[in-house]
């Protein structure tokens, strides 16, 4: 017993110094981001949940114990025909203290361990701020059902946990002590166990009857009907069985309780059974039945009042009420568009951000321990007067590519990446199919100007490095770049603020232990102004600073005042929305781009409320961590209200962003991919047309995914990821001046006509977040990008060019198909690339394809030629 005693002691130690390691680099980690309080208001909630209620779970079941243990009969059982209960009571006579401490300590942490995990629905309730919008059911306001409802359902499922567990406990102890006998003759039960689980049943029979009103409100986001919400059936049955079910799951708990004094088991039989009866009778059966035979054959007429109420909830819940704009596809102006205007019109991307990440690698990498993100960024920056779409990238760190990866190397030297890489996307070399590198090189040669190019902080930055010295040292570790021939490389020093000091023995052995890497302690090139850069990926910063935050799966670097900023977008977001439309995020959000990998991949919930309300900015160089708010004016936030509430400070108000940084931001694409998602639907306003879903559109394919794997390995065609949406100066109607936009095509329910060309103002100012939805008429004269891919193929001369460019060594590869209004016809392009065979190949740009409304495919080496010729083919030569 005393090996016993001193493992458990040296294991609670162990457990102990863990935890203080792991609370102390945490509060070291904070510190260096200004985010202590965040840290604090967690770290206080979790410790009282798991205080409050992992003491309620203890003192439960030791409160059980006891009591079971000073109301046992007196037994003794048979070694022979009972041996586990015959040895568990010798052993009981000795250890029943620690026996009762073990368990009542156990499950007290688990319990405790499992309330510190909510602390998000506790602060969310200690800090509720109202809406001053209500339900139009219950008539409660919309802070109650996200920020209180989900807390008292925490409250009573965890009690409810601790009743069970009490339960449980008390019908195996009182089999053990002989309470509670199975076989035999004479009493099954002694009058003190019966008193025991008849309060315990009691409890949560009484439990279960919170339970069924909480539930009451929880049918405003039920999914029963044709919608999110509550339907014929919600409303005329299951809410008057739950209201019932609520009063027979009270008076049923009476019955329990008076049960203690009578000592019947056919009172306590009596409660049990006519709770089951009526749980399956009204919570199941006349639910079900209502459906089937009522609600189902007419739901067209019976969900009307629904469908309404679950279309104004979606519209205002994802920020679209009142910020959709439709319009019809204008006539064309008669004398046609010229290859010129059309790119007056659209800065038409040649450059596919999707494809090219190779070719920016092979020709700006320039040494293995350099990589960019597999998908390039998307932004626009003022060039020769005019605003011009750039595709950007930031050249990180990969320390996989370093010659002598030593532990010195990796952590001390190879500390950062260097400079941004941009190209203009409409722009490519048109001799050797590469893009115009507007910024790159080492030395570094930038059109945008870069005044602190070290990229310590990036989306492919080390765990971890070691930076900085002392005051007056000449020594500089740190690898800026190489140069060429024989002169020595570029070495330079962290000045930053942005890492946790370790220059005492201390913090250097909280961060050995942690990081499991004992060199941080041991190594002499560690000294006392040494700074550890941790947690340095731009996402998971602000996920640690602002956990309360979904995030936006594309982040972007961006050139602000010489500095490279970080952009990431933040959502306020909930499932409890009253009657707004559940939409599972990663469905909506996934598209070809989260398919490659480049984008992070949203997790697999549902949402019913999401606003784009917080801005993060993290700096690449000290790895500051700002967040603000942005558009309340237009579309104010109460869910920010009340995380605001939970942590004041930590959002700056939209008025405090650097003015050079507010061109970098845009409308983010993970929220216009839902929004198009929902507006495939909810673009029909009458309830029973929606309800029919006959006007219903889809978002298309890529086509071009399916298409470059047939082309290439003959392979057939299976099914295509979601065609994403662009960033891409076009104008919105086909006429008039390109400005920045975000768009995506809609197609019809069989994927073969275009129906509706959606775009978003995505660039801050009046205009921002106004939608222009652009529908085209039915009748098959508008293709959907399917179609058009398929016209491009079963084209002879292009056919016969495709298998002459894949011939050899090299394959082809097919660009994003860009859909543009264009003087009231639509034009795609396409822009074709062949890339070699082997690791260090890329793709390079050989031709173009045009089609412009119902004109032949144009197949040509330049833009210019492509548009060309696709504006000739569509008056001379229409396709059948």
Request: with cysteine; charged share 15%.
């Amino acid at each position: 017993m005393r090996l016993v005693i001193v493992g458990v002691v040296v294991v609670a130690l162990y457990y102990a110094f863990m935890a203080f390691v792991n609370i102390r680099t945490n509060v070291l980690w904070f510190r260096s981001v200004h985010a202590d309080q965040v840290y604090g208001t967690i770290l206080g909630a979790q410790i009282l949940l798991f205080f409050v209620f992992g003491v309620l779970m203890a003192a439960a079941v030791v409160a059980t114990l006891v009591l079971l243990t000073r109301k046992r009969p007196a037994f003794r059982p048979d070694p022979n025909r009972h041996k586990w209960r015959h040895r568990f009571l010798r052993l009981d006579r000795r250890y029943r203290p620690w026996l009762i401490g073990v368990v009542a300590l156990y499950l007290g942490v688990r319990t405790g361990t499992r309330a510190a995990h909510r602390w998000q629905t506790y602060v969310m309730w200690r800090n509720a701020q109202p809406w001053h919008q209500s339900d139009p059911q219950f008539h409660r306001d919309i802070s109650y059902y996200v920020s209180v409802l989900p807390f008292h359902q925490m409250v009573v499922n965890i009690f409810t946990s601790i009743v069970v567990t009490c339960l449980v406990i008390t019908l195996i102890a009182g089999y053990l002590y002989g309470a509670i006998r199975i076989r035999g003759r004479g009493r099954k039960l002694t009058p003190a166990i019966k008193a025991q689980l008849s309060v315990l049943i009691g409890l949560y029979l009484l439990l279960k009857a919170a339970t069924y009103w909480l539930r009451r409100y929880g049918l405003t986001t039920s999914n029963r009907g044709p919608v999110t919400g509550m339907s014929y059936t919600d409303i005329h049955t299951m809410l008057p069985a739950l209201t019932i079910l609520t009063v027979i799951a009270v008076l049923c708990a009476l019955l329990l309780f008076a049960n203690v004094w009578l000592g019947r088991i056919r009172y306590a039989v009596l409660g049990v059974g006519v709770m089951v009866v009526a749980a399956v009778l009204l919570g199941n059966i006349w639910p079900s039945l209502a459906y089937r035979y009522r609600e189902e054959p007419s739901a067209g007429s019976l969900d009307r009042t629904t469908i309404e109420r679950n279309q104004a909830a979606t519209m205002k819940a994802f920020g679209l009420e009142g910020r959709v704009t439709t319009t019809p596809n204008p006539r064309g102006s008669g004398t046609g568009p010229t290859a010129a205007s059309a790119q007056q019109t659209a800065q038409v991307r040649l450059l596919d951000p999707n494809q090219l990440s190779p070719t920016f690698n092979v020709k700006q990498q320039l040494q293995a321990y350099y990589q960019f993100k597999s998908t390039l960024d998307i932004d626009h920056y003022p060039l020769h007067g005019k605003n011009q779409d750039v595709a950007i990238a930031a050249r990180e760190l990969n320390l996989g590519g370093i010659s002598r990866s030593t532990w010195t190397n990796r952590h001390l030297v190879y500390t950062h990446g260097y400079n941004v890489v941009a190209a203009p996307t409409n722009n490519m070399d048109e001799k050797t199919g590469i893009p115009k590198f507007i910024n790159g090189g080492l030395p570094p040669r930038n059109a945008i100007p870069v005044t602190r190019p070290e990229i310590y902080f990036g989306q492919s930055a080390p765990s971890y490095s070691i930076v900085g010295q002392p005051a007056g040292s000449k020594q500089n570790l740190e690898l800026d770049y190489p140069t060429s021939g024989s002169s020595q490389a570029v070495h330079t020093t962290y000045t930053g603020d942005g890492g946790v000091p370790i220059g005492s023995r201390f913090n250097r052995l909280l961060y050995a232990v942690k990081l499991h890497d004992p060199n941080i302690f041991f190594s002499s090139e560690v000294n006392n102004a040494s700074q550890l850069l941790t947690v340095r990926d731009p996402r998971q910063r602000v996920a640690a600073v602002a956990p309360w935050l979904t995030l936006d799966g594309d982040v972007y670097p961006a050139i602000v005042d010489g500095r490279v900023e970080w952009v990431v977008d933040g959502y306020t977001s909930t499932a409890r929305y009253p009657d707004s439309q559940q939409v599972n995020l990663r469905n909506a959000t996934t598209t070809s781009l989260t398919k490659s990998g480049s984008t992070v991949v949203q997790p697999n919930t549902s949402v019913n409320y999401m606003h784009n309300s917080v801005k993060a900015v993290v700096d690449a160089y000290t790895g500051q961590v700002s967040l603000y708010e942005w558009n309340q004016a237009n579309q104010p936030d109460p869910l920010l209200k009340t995380w605001e509430s939970a942590f004041p400070g930590l959002v700056k108000p939209e008025s405090d962003i650097p003015s050079a940084l507010m061109p970098h931001l845009r409308y983010p694409q993970d929220l216009f991919n839902v929004q198009r998602a929902l507006l495939t639907q909810y673009h029909v306003s009458d309830p029973g047309d929606f309800y029919s879903g006959s006007s219903f559109w889809k978002v298309p394919t890529d086509p071009t995914v399916a298409a470059t794997s047939h082309l290439n390995a003959g392979k057939s065609r299976g099914g295509s990821p979601t065609m994403p949406s662009v960033y891409m100066s076009l104008a919105p109607t086909g006429n008039g001046a390109a400005q920045y936009a975000l768009s995506t095509p809609m197609v019809t329910l069989n994927y073969r006509d275009l129906a509706a060309f959606l775009s978003v103002d995505p660039t801050p100012g009046a205009d921002y977040g106004k939608f222009t939805l652009l529908e085209y008429p039915a009748g098959g004269s508008f293709e959907s990008p399917a179609q058009i891919q398929n016209d491009i193929e079963s084209d002879n001369n292009i056919a016969k060019a495709l298998t002459l460019q894949r011939g050899g060594n090299s394959k082809v590869v097919l660009g994003n198909l860009l859909t543009i209004p264009l003087d009231g016809k639509v034009l795609y392009v396409e822009p074709v690339y062949t890339q070699a065979q082997g690791g260090n190949s890329f793709p390079i740009l050989r031709h173009v394809i045009a089609v412009y409304g119902n004109g032949q495919p144009a197949f040509k080496s330049t833009l210019d030629a492509a548009l060309t010729e696709a504006i000739a083919n569509d008056a001379r030569r229409p396709r059948s």
